[in-house]
């Protein structure tokens, strides 16, 4: 069971992507930056349902399913799943030395807090690994900026989209 969520979710994390990137075209900052990034939801859902290992697991392979779309160097785009995969991990692990307990999957505050730290996460591994290669000259704390909204708005318009799926199917369902 856990293979075919694992297989279900790395196939929607692409099909989430081109999506996003054809709904938000005009919040497209450039080829790895956008103002709505729906994706970010799904690297946080990924490791809160799986786990940190599958959920990890899920989001790598959604990650190279889209690995022919990004004109970037291979090894460019291998770090770039890297950091993608990383940043939740770290922002998790964060969340659980800083608070020492484990996030409350039915705390707001819990939730919207590991969102915070996964976005400032993501952006800034993101954005040193873009310098300590040599894809950017300086760190572009305006780029950073624009990722870390972009992941923020992606995750909170996911957690409302599943948030209004599931109140609709309990409605149905009563």
């Known amino acids: 069971m856990h293979i075919l969520l694992i297989l279900a979710l790395a196939v929607l994390y692409p099909a989430t992507h081109i999506l996003s990137g054809w709904l938000f075209d005009f919040a497209t900052i450039n080829d790895h930056i956008s103002l709505i990034y729906m994706p970010a939801f799904l690297r946080l859902f990924n490791l809160l349902v799986l786990g940190p290992l599958f959920g990890t697991i899920a989001t790598i392979l959604g990650n190279l399913f889209l690995l022919y779309q990004f004109n970037d ?3 460019l785009a291998l770090l770039n799943i890297v950091c993608s995969s990383a940043a939740p991990l770290i922002a998790l692990l ?14 707001l505050q819990d939730l919207s807090t590991l969102t915070l730290v996964y976005c400032v996460t993501n952006s800034f591994t993101h954005h040193v690994t873009w310098l300590l290669i040599g ?3 300086e760190f572009e704390l ?4 624009w990722m870390f ?9 996911g957690a409302y989209l599943l948030k209004a799926i ?9």
């Open 73 to 75: 160097a291979l090894s």
């Open 94 to 107: 964060v969340f659980r030395i800083y608070w020492k307990r484990n996030v409350s999957l039915k705390s």
């Open 135 to 137: 894809k950017s000259q």
């Open 142 to 145: 305006t780029e950073a900026f």
């Open 149 to 157: 909204l972009g992941d923020l708005n992606g995750a909170l318009l």
């Open 166 to 174: 599931l109140d609709f199917r309990a409605k149905k369902a009563s």
